[in-house]
C-alpha cells in the first residue's frame, strides 16, 4: 500500500512538474511581450535587453487604444468570430443531434471523417479556395469570410456539441415524443435547454478560434476598413520602425489577452461540456 500511494505521489510530482515545464514554455514570450510594452520609445531604441524595464510606462497602450485604427480592427475581429460562431451553431447543433440520437449505416466512419477535416490545415486550401471565393465575388466580403470560418469550426464544434447532447438521457426524449412532441419539437424544447452549457462552451471556443484566425482574413479581405485585429498589427507591424515595437508589443497584448481572459474564467464550463458524453451509460 506505501508503495502505491509512493508511485502516486510521483505521479503527481511528475504531472505537475510537467505543467509547470509547459506553463513557463508558453508564458515566457507574453511576459517578454509584456516587457516590451511597458518600455518607453528610448529604451528599446537604445537595445536595452534587460527583461524589467527601467522606468515602466503605460503610454504604449494607452496610444493603441485611444486609436482610431485599432478600435476598428477590434470591432471587425468582434463582428467576424460572433457571427461566425453563430452561424457554426446553427449548423452544428442539428448535426450533433443527428450523431447523438440516430443510428445510421457509417455513422463512425462519418464521425471520423469529420474530425479528420478539422486535422486538414487551412494552408492545404487557401490557394484554391481564395480563386473560388475571387470567382464568384466572395473576396473582401465579411459573408465570405464567415462562411469559411464557419466551414472550419463546425468538426471541432460538432463534436463537442455531440459531447453533450449524449449526457442528456434518451428517456427524456422518449417522454417528450410520448407525450405528443415530434423530433424536431424534442430537439427544441428538451436538447437546446439541457444542452446550454454545452452550447455556450461551443459558442465561446468559436468566437476564440474566429478572434485568433489570420490566414483566412489575410487573404480573403484587403480592405482596411475590414481588417480584424490579426491581420490589422501585421500590416502595421510592415509599416514602422524599430523604434516602434513597443507599440507593437502592445497592440498584441491587447489582442491576445481577451481570449486568454475568456478561456480562463470559463475553462470549467468548456471542460465540463467537452467530457459531458464521456461518462454517459
Known amino acids: 500500500m506505501a508503495k502505491a500511494s509512493n508511485q502516486e505521489r510521483l505521479g503527481d510530482l511528475a504531472s505537475y512538474l510537467f505543467m509547470i515545464v509547459m506553463f513557463a514554455f508558453f508564458a515566457w514570450p507574453l511576459l517578454w511581450l509584456l516587457s516590451l510594452a511597458l518600455r518607453t520609445r528610448k529604451e528599446v531604441f537604445l537595445g536595452v535587453s534587460r527583461f524589467i524595464p527601467k522606468a515602466p510606462t503605460l503610454d504604449n497602450f494607452a ?15 468582434l463582428t467576424l468570430s460572433c457571427l461566425s460562431a453563430a452561424g457554426c451553431l446553427i449548423v452544428a447543433l442539428p448535426a450533433a443531434y443527428a450523431f447523438s440520437r440516430f443510428n445510421f449505416r457509417g455513422k463512425g466512419v462519418w464521425m471520423m471523417a469529420l474530425l479528420s477535416v478539422q486535422m486538414i490545415s487551412p494552408l492545404v ?21 464567415i462562411m469559411v470560418y464557419i466551414a472550419l469550426a463546425i468538426p471541432m464544434v460538432t463534436w463537442i456539441l455531440k459531447g453533450a447532447i449524449d449526457g442528456i438521457p434518451v428517456s427524456l426524449d422518449e417522454a417528450a415524443m410520448m ?18 452549457p454545452g452550447i455556450a462552451s461551443a459558442f465561446i471556443i468559436s468566437v476564440i478560434n474566429g478572434w485568433s484566425q489570420f490566414l483566412v482574413p489575410f487573404l480573403l479581405i484587403t480592405k482596411e476598413s475590414m ?16 523604434s516602434s515595437i513597443q507599440l507593437l508589443a502592445a497592440a498584441c497584448l491587447i489582442s491576445v489577452v481577451p481570449a486568454i481572459v475568456a478561456f480562463l474564467s470559463l475553462q470549467r464550463l468548456i471542460l465540463s461540456a467537452m467530457t459531458a458524453g464521456a461518462v454517459k451509460g
Open 125 to 145: 486550401i487557401m490557394v484554391p479556395l481564395y480563386r473560388y471565393m475571387a470567382a464568384i465575388g466572395l473576396t473582401n466580403s465579411y459573408f465570405g469570410a
Open 227 to 242: 481588417t480584424p485585429i490579426a491581420v490589422g498589427i501585421f500590416q502595421y507591424a510592415g509599416t514602422q520602425n524599430d
Open 179 to 196: 407525450d405528443g412532441c415530434t423530433r424536431f419539437g424534442v430537439f427544441i424544447r428538451v436538447i437546446l435547454p439541457l444542452s446550454t
Open 63 to 77: 496610444t493603441i487604444l485611444s486609436s482610431d485604427k485599432f478600435a476598428h480592427y477590434l470591432w471587425n475581429a
